[in-house]
């Protein structure tokens, strides 16, 4: 039996990896929970049950999905709170593992596929602090599903992921900019206008929806304020340290990029000025979704033609 079991793994490594990114889920989970006393002290008990309430602050009350999906853990499993958060993050954390390892298949092979996983996986521990910002799991999720579905040209599939990503929090919004750019192949303005009028009609959903969200929910007072630029500039060694020399990495040699990574790259900075304008940046978490962009683009930089092998083992990649 084990000797059947053994040779299945050895025929199909992406089941190894797989193993190996739901444990690593697990393990990031009970990290977070260790390094966050708000977990187990009562404060996440008390928000949520304030979020289903509503008599939260925002943004949190307005990402619905944040509390929703735990709830429907406790309800429908007989969870406790505690217990449905934490599979919420296990849950969503192994999904964006095994989806950002079958997303870098595209331009990388299986062993630079997996170090890209794995190097989202060593940065995460890095973002956690005592805080209860628990749509983050859901929204790396989303958010690269969104940028598969901009990739692969499935507009339809990008309008509904945007709905629903931006449902559990609005940095999905990003996305129609990354939309545009790959779009965009020339300054024509019946092309511009043409490519302009269809991500309006994809992104029109979620916007509206998000809108709608926020109005409901607009006595709800904005935690913290919204006007951050002062206080991150002087704190913006934050987000550059989250992937330090990958940052440079990424955008050296631009023109032999994949052609989706370029505009990603391109897409970065519309990313980071509202952070910096509106977020704390020191809660480098809202970094982490461009990890699906900083490091294959870094991985194909230092790999070049030899990323796409895959009959290079994974100590020839690391020699």
Known sequence: ?????????????????????????????????????????????????????????????????????????????GYSIPEAYELQRRLFTFLSFALFFLFARKWLSRELSFLSVMLLAVTMPFTFRNHLQESASLLMVTFLLALWAIREKKDFLFALVLLVGAVNNETMLFLPALYFFDRFERFELKHLI???????????????????????????????????????????????LIFHVFWVLAYLKMSEKPRFLQRALWSVPLFIIPHMITGIITETRQMLPLSYIIFPAALFFLFGSGAHSDNQSTQKILD
Not at 5 to 18: A, E, G, M, P, Y
Not at 48 to 55: A, D, K, M, P, R
Not at 195 to 208: E, H, R, T
Not at 226 to 235: D, E, F, K, T, V
Request: no cysteine; net charge positive.
């Open 194 to 240: 043409r490519i302009s009028a269809k991500m309006f009609v994809l992104i029109a959903p979620a916007f509206a929806v998000v809108g709608y969200i926020r109005y409901l929910t607009r006595d709800a007072p904005h935690l913290g304020g919204a006007y951050h630029l002062p206080a991150n500039i002087s704190m913006i060694r934050f987000p550059i």
């Open 1 to 77: 039996m084990l000797n059947k079991v053994w040779n299945w793994l050895k025929t199909d490594s992406r089941l190894v990896f797989f193993i190996i990114f739901a444990f690593t889920a697990v393990h990031l989970t009970e990290v977070k929970i260790a390094m966050t006393p708000a977990w187990t002290d009562g404060t996440l008990v008390h928000n949520h049950q304030s979020l289903l309430n509503f008599t939260f602050t925002n943004n949190e009350q307005s990402r619905l999905f944040q509390y929703y999906v735990p709830e429907f853990f406790v309800r429908t499993i």
